[in-house]
């Protein structure tokens, strides 16, 4: 089956620091793959949609400089929090579109949990 | 008005029980509907797919969706300890985008 998997499964860092969270499809190409956050409780919100080699597509209320998207290759995509700050704890979990699929195969990653002190 | 309503739970059941999940919705262009399982500190994983109306079943799991109703459900039959996860309902229109539900907390107990 399709693997996705999300580098680091957790990470603790100081406010004020920036944290890169990488996305690997494992075995199939995603032209597309998404952003989401997850609050303890909350349902899941998408934050952008990134497509290999262009730029990502932001939510409303999720600040692009903030939260850098990169989906540089059909395998990878990197989340890059600038400037943490506490607020920004969550769980953050990606997913994964085969090149040739559709809403139902959507593949998602573990999850990363960031915790900013 | 959030545009899928879910009751967070926690749900407690017996061993063996069925157990039944629902959410409802607000925007009649939903057309596909979705089941995901989430044991704690993991990423969804897909259980049920469902376009449009209808039934749909797989084993234990059975979905229903009613659009007229703006409902949709998930049936578990004869629950199991291992059933116990967060069960989230996704929505989507003719796009990539998924809109979840909270959640529902399950607790299936021997």
């Known amino acids: 089956g399709a693997v996705v998997s999300q580098h680091p499964s957790w990470v603790i860092c100081k406010s004020g620091t920036s944290v890169k969270i990488e996305c690997r499809s494992l075995d199939f190409q995603a032209t597309t793959m998404f952003w989401y956050r997850q609050f303890p409780k909350q349902s899941l919100m998408l934050m952008a949609t990134?497509?290999?080699?262009?730029?990502?597509?932001?939510e409303q209320g999720v600040e692009k400089d903030k939260f850098l998207i990169n989906h540089a290759s059909l395998t990878l995509s990197t989340l890059t929090v600038t400037s943490a700050h506490p607020e920004d704890s969550s769980f953050y979990i990606c997913?994964?579109?085969?090149?040739?699929?559709?809403?139902?195969?959507?593949?998602f990653g573990p999850g990363t949990r960031l915790t900013v002190l | 008005q959030k545009e899928v309503e879910q009751d967070p739970g926690p749900l407690s059941v017996p061993e063996g029980a069925i157990v039944s999940l629902n959410c409802t919705y607000s925007n009649s262009a939903f057309q596909y509907f979705m089941w995901y399982r989430q044991y704690s500190r993991k990423g969804p994983e897909l259980l049920m797919y469902t376009y449009s109306s209808g039934n749909k079943e797989d084993g234990r799991f059975t979905a229903q969706v009613d659009k007229s109703s703006k409902y949709i459900s998930l049936f578990i039959r004869d629950s199991q300890p291992s059933d116990s996860a967060t069960y989230l309902c996704a929505m989507s229109y003719n796009t990539d985008k998924l809109i979840f539900g909270t959640g529902t907390r399950l607790q299936v107990f021997p």
């Open positions: 997913s994964a579109m085969p090149a040739s699929g559709s809403t139902d195969t959507q593949y």
């Open positions: 990134s497509n290999e080699g262009s730029k990502a597509t932001y």
